[in-house]
């Protein structure tokens, strides 16, 4: 099932809304337009008696209640048409009539469309009656002895008022197609961003990474445009680091492999045991830093893939170092050094916010460098300080130090200071700087004790 459009959504739910509204609208305004001139027609009638009581009050004692006087019409109005008016008058004139009575009810005078009998009883005021087979309006009046009723035919009134009303609501009415065709010009030029987003959208070619960008765009659209472009930003990243990684692992694993292979067919090639031996444990001991290259490599991958979206929660520092240290005590044993854990408060804790996982990577990371940089028997130092600025942990070693105008590019993944001892990757500190950057931490070197050795410093922000 095709899915609706935004645009019919809003335009269909507007039309329906408006209908309503302005339909309500033009009933009410219909009904008060019927009330307003039926009103009107009343004054008007109450009025006209009035006047009528005014002009008569001198004619009507001659005549008699056996004799009354007939005011006539021009035959002519009778076949008028209803909505035109002539020099003879106007057809409305045969719908409205008067009665002047005596005090018993006796007429004296009446109008030709009135009947030969009292309208209403003799009582002032306003009713309705019928006579000659119509409704009528009548309102009473007492004129001295006098008693004078003017009356309108219900239907008139009613074609009157209905006019009136009608004339009042019909450019309301009328104007609700013009407001729909507004409408829905409106809604289209509002969306239009929308419709170029996704025309952008379905024109892009599938390896095209590059920002979106819109002719016009509005409060609702540039949040969205804002997270595509974040999204693309972050796929365009990803691949990145994807091609760095597949060229840096064919580069970084060229040379161990080969040697290897090397290894390999100098054990083949062994002329005695001893020989094939000892190339055997060459290869061993190869096959080992290729291991150890690989785990750095994909540890640094994950350390700098999805930066900014890790989940931060609150992880005990001290466990994550007693952690760290069980995987690498056996380098720690190997090398017969000295280790030691300062801790301040001994039994804190050491909260800070981050990934348990990452964290333990990184205080395993800074051991092991000490741990292969450290000469055998040399002390290492772990220490842990919590305080209001934050909380600081810092690996202490006697190894060969880092040079002041290296202490930058150590960072930097597969650097490896020349003539440095021991094999690495070149990984570790890069790992490290990595997770200390997504944790909003930072790390310095400095030298350490009696200006021998390393002190890396890495410093959480409080928790």
Do not use: C
């Amino acid at each position: 099932m095709k899915p609706r459009s935004i645009q019919s959504i809003l335009l269909g739910g507007t039309i329906a809304v408006l209908l309503a509204v302005l339909g309500a609208a033009a009933w009410l305004g219909f009904e008060a337009g019927e009330d307003e001139a039926e009103e009107l027609f009343d004054a008007r009638l109450a009025t006209s008696t009035r006047v009528l009581a005014a002009l008569v009050a001198a004619q009507v004692p001659a005549a008699g209640a056996a004799a009354p006087i007939v005011v006539t019409l021009p035959q002519a109005l009778q076949s008028a048409p209803h909505d035109q008016a002539s020099a003879l008058g106007h057809h409305y004139e045969t719908k409205i009539a008067f009665q002047v009575l005596d005090p018993q009810g006796g007429l004296l005078m009446r109008s030709d469309s009135a009947p030969g009998t009292p309208y209403a009883p003799l009582a002032a005021g306003f009713s309705t009656q019928r006579a000659a087979g119509h409704a009528w309006r009548v309102f009473t009046l007492r004129s001295g002895a006098q008693w004078i009723q003017a009356a309108e035919r219900d239907d008139v009134r009613a074609e009157l008022s209905g006019k009136l009303a009608l004339a009042t609501v019909t450019p309301l009415i009328a104007g609700i197609p013009l407001a729909l065709v507004l409408l829905g010009l409106l809604m289209r030029y509002g969306l239009q961003p929308l419709a170029e987003l996704a025309r952008r959208i379905e024109q892009r070619q599938p390896g095209s990474l590059s920002a979106i960008e819109l002719q016009r765009t509005t409060a609702e659209t540039a949040p969205l445009v804002a997270a595509l472009n974040g999204l693309l930003e972050r796929v365009q990243a990803a691949l990145a680091r994807e091609r760095r990684f597949t060229a840096d692992a064919a580069h970084e694993l060229r040379t161990p492999l080969a040697a290897l292979k090397i290894h390999a067919q100098n054990a083949s090639r062994a002329a005695s045991e001893a020989e094939r031996t000892a190339s055997l444990q060459r290869m061993l001991a190869g096959l080992d830093r290729s291991i150890r290259l690989a785990e750095q490599m994909l540890a640094y991958s994950r350390a700098t893939a999805a930066r900014g979206a890790l989940p931060l929660e609150p992880v005990a520092l001290r466990q994550v170092v007693d952690d760290a240290l069980e995987d690498v005590l056996p380098r720690i044993k190997e090398h017969a050094l000295k280790l030691t854990l300062d801790s301040d408060p001994p039994v804190a804790e050491m909260p800070v916010r981050g990934d348990r996982d990452k964290l333990a990577s990184l205080v395993r990371n800074l051991l092991d460098n000490a741990a292969r940089h450290a000469p055998p028997g040399s002390a290492v130092r772990i220490e842990l300080r919590a305080d209001a600025r934050g909380t600081r942990l810092a690996i202490v070693d006697q190894g060969p130090g880092v040079p002041p105008g290296l202490r930058e590019r150590v960072f930097e993944s597969y650097y490896r200071i020349p003539g440095s001892p021991g094999e690495g990757s070149g990984l570790g500190l890069a790992i490290v700087r990595e997770i200390a950057a997504e944790h909003d931490a930072t790390v310095q070197f400095d030298d350490g004790e009696a200006g021998r050795g390393t002190r890396v410093t890495v410093t959480f922000p409080p928790p």
